[in-house]
């Protein structure tokens, strides 16, 4: 090309030295979550992970899960928030993870945005390196696209990938489940990452509401919406170490009805009665106001409700206990019976 011809990346839209800037000011954000078999730092084409550490598992299977944010990332763009959504990432992709009993070793995000801003991004890495803190894995490397011919003005998009490790005969797959099992839901902090279409579409268009606007709990409406997702793993593994856990469930998009059913065995379902749980504030606030059916609330939100634990009645006692202990309000919820499908006390039952 000409060198008279006044085009370079720059002024295409890619700025190299921001992207290498940027990846200076995460470094001390990433080298915050090494753990264990962590091998190098950041800036390499690959990362390493050693699975030495790990040798007295016996059967060792990998166990991977990928997930996004979807469009919670739209309201932190209204608020010009965007650490918490670092959080979520994280929490979407170890959550699965952590149902199959596996650890989480390490995490792996996907940026891209249309002009790289570095101070702007590293807020979401810097929640993303918390969000590996609080699972106990590695930030062990990621990418940042700047595409400026594929995202317009500030919109972004955020996507992560977990590996876990878990050993073989140890594996939790719901296979054990069978009549008469107890189902314990552990709290959500919020909506956590999902029905964002649905909640958007209530509040700033039907309800012509704003960010800033009042909401629930002292929150404006973007501090409700932005309550980041929370991370199951440490108790999960608290869990496992004291009962015998049959099946786990991460309560995200498509609510109880589509998230129980995923664990439980041909022919068992299960009857809830959730008139125990507590609701956030927010997801209470939005029942009351919203007009959707309660139905449709239970298919779409997680209700309160973030985690479930199926196990023998016997250890329903000890899940409960392990969960106080860890500051997590905790309930029986339901249980399962013969059957096919999910049945809620009070819209089902």
């Known amino acids: 090309m000409s060198k008279n011809s006044g085009t370079d990346y720059k002024k295409s839209g890619v700025n190299i030295d921001e992207g290498n800037r940027f990846v200076s000011l995460i470094k001390q954000a990433v080298d915050s979550t090494k753990t264990d078999g962590v091998m190098g730092g950041i800036g390499g084409f690959a990362g390493f992970f050693d699975l030495s550490p790990f040798a007295s598992i016996k059967e060792p299977v990998l166990v991977s899960g990928t997930d996004g944010v979807g469009t919670k990332l739209k309201v932190a763009i209204m608020a010009e928030s965007y650490e ?3 959080v979520d990432l994280v929490a979407m992709s170890v959550n699965d993870v952590a ?16 002009k790289l801003v570095p101070e702007k991004m590293c ?12 699972a106990g894995c590695a930030l062990l490397g990621g990418e940042t696209a700047e595409m400026p011919g594929m995202y317009a003005g500030d919109d972004f998009d955020l996507a992560g990938f977990a590996v876990g490790i878990a050993d073989k005969s140890k594996i939790i797959d719901g296979s054990r489940i ?4 107890a189902l314990i839901g552990v709290a959500s902090s919020g909506f956590h990452s999902n029905g964002y279409s649905l909640l958007r579409n209530v509040l700033f268009n039907e309800l012509k509401m704003k960010p800033d606007s009042p909401f629930a709990g002292g929150m404006t409406v973007a501090e409700g919406l932005l309550i980041p997702t929370k991370i199951y793993v440490r108790l ?7 009962a015998d856990v049959l099946g786990m469930v991460h309560i995200t998009g498509g609510g109880f009805y589509d998230n129980i059913v995923r664990v439980l065995p ?7 009665d959730v008139s125990r749980v507590e609701l956030p504030p927010v997801i209470a606030r939005f029942a009351e106001i919203s007009g959707v059916e309660k ?23 000890t899940v409960l206990e392990t969960a106080e202990s860890m500051n997590e309000k905790a309930w029986i919820i339901g249980e399962t019976v013969k059957g096919e499908g999910v049945r809620i006390k009070g819209i089902d039952l």
């Open 236 to 242: 999960v593994r608290a869990v496992m170490e004291k």
């Open 266 to 272: 041909a022919g068992i379902g299960a009857d809830m």
């Open 295 to 317: 139905r449709e609330l239970y298919r779409v939100l997680n209700m309160g409700v973030g985690f479930v634990f199926a196990v023998d009645k016997k250890d329903a006692r």
């Open 178 to 181: 069978k009549e008469g099992c």
């Open 123 to 134: 807020q979401v890495v810097r929640g993303i390196a918390a969000g590996c803190r609080d």
């Open 84 to 86: 918490t959504v670092g």
């Open 99 to 114: 149902v199959t009993g596996a650890r989480p070793l390490f995490f792996l995000d996907y940026l891209a945005t249309g």
